[in-house]
């Protein structure tokens, strides 16, 4: 007898420092209880996005669940934003900052009634180049910080706090870059541009105070008259961060140009140097259960 309704679980094995199989058979058994019927497929980092739109293509989920962090959702997202689907999160990774801002509990058993359960609200999404963020991407220090980590062995907050510390001992220089949006061009000096679609890292700063996932807006925010290691300080979050420090613009499209190539990261993903950044917004694109 076929169970009445069939849920898609995309567990990503190598997210944050934790267990996974204690996670997917809590999971699992949730969703027995519910009488759902859970589908399960393990991320193993070639061709994922072909392998999930296939798979849901023949069973077509009403819900997908996500247990990952924010480069997981991300590319989940990416792989079913056509989709007329509802995603779930279940934030297991070393970075939860979508989690945080739709918040999420820390508990499993709460997050696994809010994305089984909960309705779901509809988030933008930015475009930039062509590729989707749904929480925060930026260029320069804290992109090259998200490098160092992708290149190291350890993961989770020691693996953090180690390429913290490399990163910041690297001491990267400012560069130049110009911001065209709202009908004006403007130049500016500076180590971090933050293109936000929501407020948190995933180290729980407000970086991003006025962002609002649905407004049909992002922001970009621009570090000013900052040192490397007070930028740091504010990006790993153990610094308040003064309105003083900060510009930022709310917009619906922008073109950032930058002098030289400089490091960029969507949603906590590595994405190489770039010297040019063409975003727009996508209104109210994908539907996230929440509590």
Not at 11 to 36: H, M, Q
Not at 142 to 168: F, P, V
Request: glycine content about 8%; proline content about 3%; aromatic content about 6%.
């Amino acid at each position: 007898m076929k169970s009445e309704k069939d849920y898609l679980l995309i567990v990503n094995p190598i997210s944050g420092s934790t267990d996974k199989s204690k996670i997917i058979e809590t999971i699992r058994t949730f969703a027995s209880k519910a009488s759902i019927n859970l589908i399960t497929y393990t991320t193993s980092g070639e061709e994922d996005e072909l392998k999930i739109q296939s798979l849901f293509d023949s069973h077509l989920f009403e819900r997908v669940i996500i247990a990952g962090g924010d480069g997981t959702t991300k590319m989940v997202v990416e792989a079913l934003e056509d989709k007329n689907t509802i995603f779930g999160i279940l934030p297991s990774g070393s970075a939860n900052g979508l989690a945080k801002d739709l918040d999420l509990s820390n508990n499993i058993e709460e997050n696994l009634e809010i994305s089984f359960h909960s309705d779901p609200i509809e988030i933008d999404i930015i475009s930039i180049n062509g590729m989707k963020s749904l929480h925060l991407s930026d260029i320069g220090l804290n992109a090259k910080l998200i490098k160092n980590y992708e290149d190291s062995s350890i993961r989770g907050k020691l693996g953090y706090a180690l390429q913290t510390i490399k990163t910041l001992s690297q001491n990267e220089g400012l560069f130049n870059a110009s911001i065209e949006c709202n009908g004006r061009k403007m130049e500016t000096e500076t180590r971090v541009i933050i293109i936000a679609n929501s407020q948190k890292y995933g180290t729980g700063v407000v970086i991003n105070p006025e962002g609002i996932i649905n407004d049909g807006k992002f922001e970009i925010i621009i570090f000013k008259d900052l040192d490397w290691f007070m930028v740091g300080k504010i990006l790993m979050g153990n610094m308040p961060i003064e309105n003083s420090n900060i510009e930022i613009i709310p917009t619906d499209k922008a073109i950032i140009t930058t002098t030289i190539p400089v490091n960029f990261q969507m949603d906590g993903e590595y994405c190489g140097k770039i010297s040019n950044l063409k975003i727009n917004i996508l209104p109210k694109r994908i539907k996230v259960a929440v509590p």
